[in-house]
C-alpha cells in the first residue's frame, strides 16, 4: 500500500484545510485509516482514526473542529479541518492499518497556521 497526502498549506487561523490521502492498491476497503500529525520538537501523536466499519475517533483537541470520512469507491481518506488554531500546526501524515504490525505511512504534508 503506498499512501499519497495532499492538502496542507498556510492558513489564516480560523479559517479551513481539506486533507486528502489516496491509497494504491485493492486493500484499502480493508485498512482502518488515521491521520497523525508531529509538530516540531513534539512526539507524533494521532488525530482522527476511521476503521473499516466507519466507527471514528478523535483526539480531544480536534473534536468538534476536524471531521474524517473515506471514500472506498476511490481509495481516499479525509480530513476535513475547521476553525484551525496556531496549535494546529504540524507535519500531517495519513496512516493505513491492516493489521497488527501491517501499517503503512504516506509522506507527510505540512498545514502551518498563522495566529
Known amino acids: 500500500v503506498q499512501l499519497q497526502a495532499s492538502g496542507g498549506g498556510l492558513v489564516q487561523a480560523g479559517g479551513s484545510l481539506r486533507l486528502e490521502c489516496v491509497a494504491s492498491?485493492?486493500?484499502?476497503?480493508?485498512?482502518?485509516m488515521g491521520w497523525f500529525r508531529q509538530a516540531p520538537g513534539k512526539e507524533r501523536e494521532l488525530v482522527a482514526q476511521i476503521t473499516i466499519s466507519n466507527t471514528k475517533i478523535y483526539v480531544s483537541s480536534v473534536k468538534d473542529r476536524f471531521t474524517i470520512s473515506r471514500a472506498d469507491t476511490n481509495n481516499t481518506v479525509y480530513l476535513q479541518m475547521n476553525s484551525l488554531k496556531p496549535e494546529d500546526t504540524a507535519v500531517y501524515y495519513c496512516?493505513?492499518?491492516?493489521?497488527?504490525?501491517?501499517?503503512?505511512w504516506g509522506r507527510g504534508t505540512q498545514v502551518t497556521v498563522s495566529s
Open positions: 496512516q493505513a492499518a491492516l493489521g497488527v504490525g501491517d501499517t503503512y
Open positions: 492498491g485493492s486493500r484499502f476497503s480493508l485498512a482502518d
